[in-house]
């Protein structure tokens, strides 16, 4: 099992740039896949990237691509979410997930979810 936690949420305006944060605890955190979703008030919640067990291979929703960049550091328990150029349309709640399945898109294919970080975008 996995725990998870993410940060580096916060304001910022339109054009700028955040990096999310998502800290596991547990054991076995590099055999696992992960990816990061956001979910828009009044929403579902979303894909938006995924990175493969070793960080070699990863997948992006195409109105991230160029803009948002998935890593992850097995040494530190860490992955991250580097977001430029932000727009107001990408307000939302990011979730990191964890789970078997490579280069997932769906939620139901993660088993393990963290709390939330808040990124609000002004125009």
């Known amino acids: 099992q996995v725990q998870l936690v993410e940060s580096g949420g916060g304001l910022v305006q339109a054009g700028g740039s955040l990096r999310l944060s998502c800290a596991a605890s547990g054991r076995f955190f590099s055999r696992y896949n992960m990816g990061w979703f956001r979910q828009a008030p009044g929403k579902e919640r979303e894909f938006v990237a995924a990175i493969s067990w070793s960080g070699g291979r990863t997948y992006y929703a195409d109105s991230m691509k160029g803009r948002f960049t998935i890593s992850r550091d097995n040494a530190k328990n860490t992955m991250y979410l580097q977001m430029n150029s932000l727009k107001p349309e990408d307000t939302a709640v990011y979730y990191c997930?964890?789970?078997?399945?490579?280069?997932?898109?769906?939620?139901?294919?993660?088993?393990?979810w963290g709390q939330g970080t808040q990124v609000t975008v002004s125009s």
């Open positions: 997930a964890a789970g078997g399945i490579l280069l997932a898109t769906k939620t139901s294919d993660y088993d393990y």
